[in-house]
């Protein structure tokens, strides 16, 4: 038995996908999901099966990794969510020759250097900082948008499809109120971005963007005309404590092997650590808390997984290859050296990326990963 091992609850991921694709068809707005979540094969035919012909990447290798596989022809759009790296031109152009595919410009000096390099024309979005701090042009950097607006207006080979923001500081809000104010005021600065495009006569751009808390929860996405969420594939326990989805929603569970316990703390030390959960942790009542525990159940051949109470049984720490998990007097009494145990992780993005390997909970096979 691999421990740890990652089970997929392909079912519930079927119904997370589901749900929001109804939100994007009802509001006439083009769902284009990102794969770095579960980076699977199986999973993205999920989407092509009920029309999804675009998709988003973090990064110019899982772009390439995506167009190896069979799904190829049926994938329109390749959109590369994350700034270019125009020291890589060669191989964007060989992936643009391939399949459609659109950039994202962060600054002017790179929208300068791919006017250099590119020897093709290709498809852009200029990504605006509203708030979250990471990437894109802020409000305090008009006069380099509008210059950077100007190189890719004069420029004959970059193709301008619009704005794209990320509003990530929803991540920040425990509600839903919380997550449509954040939204809302992001949306606002991203339109005014738009407005400086408009007023520069280049017409027909759109506002794309893309964040699991606001495509869960809200019904109404405003004007926008593309949504590129990826976490909602599987969730995880972060996206629970934002208020992005039950505890019920969530479609992955680490499974563990106990290898001692602690009768004086109550705890147990699993195999499963930093390297295979990441050290992405949130605090709760004071208390770091980096993952949950879930009673495995197995039934015929299939695993399902019972979520703990959170207020009192959770990872307390994490180390490379260890774990400790705290758990109430009652649950302590259930476990015994050499059981499994399940855990809900708190980044299923991390530990999707770390582990490499899931299987289908329902026939323990593996799920063919990108």
Known sequence: MASPKLLIDLDQVSKNIEKVYSKAKKQNIKLVPHIKTHQSFTITNKFIELGVKDFTVASIDMAKALLKSDLNEKIESITIA?????????????????????????????????????KNPINCFIEVDTGY?????????????????????????????????HAGHTYDARSESQIKKTYFASLKIAKKFNELIKSNDLEGTIIATGDTPSAS????????QQM??????????????VGSCSIDEIALCMQN???DKNEERQELLIHGGSVHFSKDNFE?????????????????NQIS???????????????QEHGIIKLSEEEFK?????????????????????????????TNEVIERI
Not at 91 to 113: D, M, Y
Not at 228 to 241: A, C, K, R, S, V
Not at 284 to 300: E, H, Q, S, T
């Open 257 to 259: 092997t106990i290898v």
């Open 82 to 118: 994350f700034p270019v790296d125009f020291t890589r031109t060669e191989e964007i152009e060989e992936l643009n020759s391939k399949i459609r595919t659109n950039i994202f410009i962060v600054n002017k000096k790179s929208a300068e250097e791919l006017v250099k390099r590119l």
């Open 305 to 319: 997984w019972e979520k703990l109470d959170l207020e009192k049984n959770f990872i307390k720490s994490l180390s």
């Open 284 to 300: 709760k009542d004071g208390k770091k808390i980096f993952g949950l525990p879930a009673r495995l159940v197995k039934k015929n």
């Open 133 to 165: 701090k990471r990437t894109g042009f802020s409000e305090d950097k008009l006069n380099e948008f509008v210059e950077t607006l100007n190189i890719v207006k004069e420029s004959n080979k970059l193709n301008l499809q619009g704005i794209y923001f």
């Open 217 to 224: 929860v809200l019904d109404d996405w405003g004007e926008i």
């Open 228 to 241: 590129h969420p990826g976490n909602f594939t599987l969730y995880d326990l972060f996206q629970n404590q």
């Open 334 to 362: 259930q476990f015994e050296i050499g059981d499994s145990i399940g855990v809900i992780p708190v980044h299923s993005c991390l530990s999707s990326q770390a582990m490499g390997e899931f299987y289908d909970n329902r």
